[in-house]
């Protein structure tokens, strides 16, 4: 239910945010992105693009919705519940500083702001269908800073390290390649990922002590309830 309530959340801020901050600051992140490389990377990486190549970062893209729960659901299964609400709810205030940020720092993806300078079609083979649905249900994006695909994965991939090993090494690969993807497919610019990946570390950090205040809260109100 949470993730469902993010979801629903996030898909209301593609028309939202205008209305909030019509500040865009796309401009900025290209001008960043182009001091650290000298080049724009997604339009760099059109020298690697194939349909076959495109379809896997597609379903590389796509694990992010595996990636958003598989830490939160194997630590739920094994019945190891404090550790499932650090990780579920460290995930859930990350989304919602994430959108915070969406609307402070509003900016368009790549794939909308640079399409003038790509020279090669993107396009897949039997995953043709997903990109295009994803392109099509965030067409007036401005949620590209930070990188919440990234965030969000990374958090997972923390907290696999923490409570579950073997699971952090699986996840690993799968990390690595969605946030290539992100760079493939158009979807962000480099300082976006460096951005999710630092609020990541933060929400890390914070989203446990949260949690403990608020059990805290609890059994504090739980206890003048009985009394």
């Known amino acids: 239910l949470p993730f469902g309530f993010c979801i629903a959340i996030y898909t209301n801020l593609h028309d939202t945010i205008p209305f909030a901050n019509a500040a865009d600051v796309q401009n900025v992140l290209i001008k960043i992105d182009q001091w650290m490389f000298g080049v724009q990377p997604c339009v760099w990486a059109e020298q690697f693009i194939n349909p076959t190549l495109t379809d896997i970062f597609i379903l590389a893209y796509a694990n992010y919705f595996v990636l958003n729960v598989i830490v939160a659901l194997v630590l739920y299964i094994q019945k190891r519940y404090q550790e499932f609400r ?46 295009h649905a994803i392109e099509i249900s965030a067409q007036h ?25 073997w699971l952090f090494w699986v996840m690993i690969p799968m990390v690595v390649m969605l946030v290539l993807s992100t760079i493939y497919l158009r979807h962000h610019y480099v300082i976006d990922l460096i951005a999710g990946l630092i609020l990541s570390v933060i929400v890390y950090f914070i989203g446990p002590k949260i949690e403990d205040w608020w059990k805290g809260l609890r059994f504090k109100y739980n206890k003048s309830e009985m009394l």
Do not use: D, M, N, W
């Open 86 to 131: 650090y990780a579920l709810v460290t995930t859930i205030i990350c989304y919602y500083i994430g959108y915070f940020l969406f609307i402070l720092f509003p900016a368009a993806p790549p794939r909308i702001v640079l399409k003038p300078l790509f020279t090669v079609t993107l396009y897949g083979q039997a995953l043709e269908p997903i990109k």
């Open 141 to 165: 994006s401005r949620g590209a800073f930070p990188s919440l695909h990234c965030a969000i994965s990374f958090i997972s991939l923390f907290f696999a390290y923490r409570y579950i090993k």
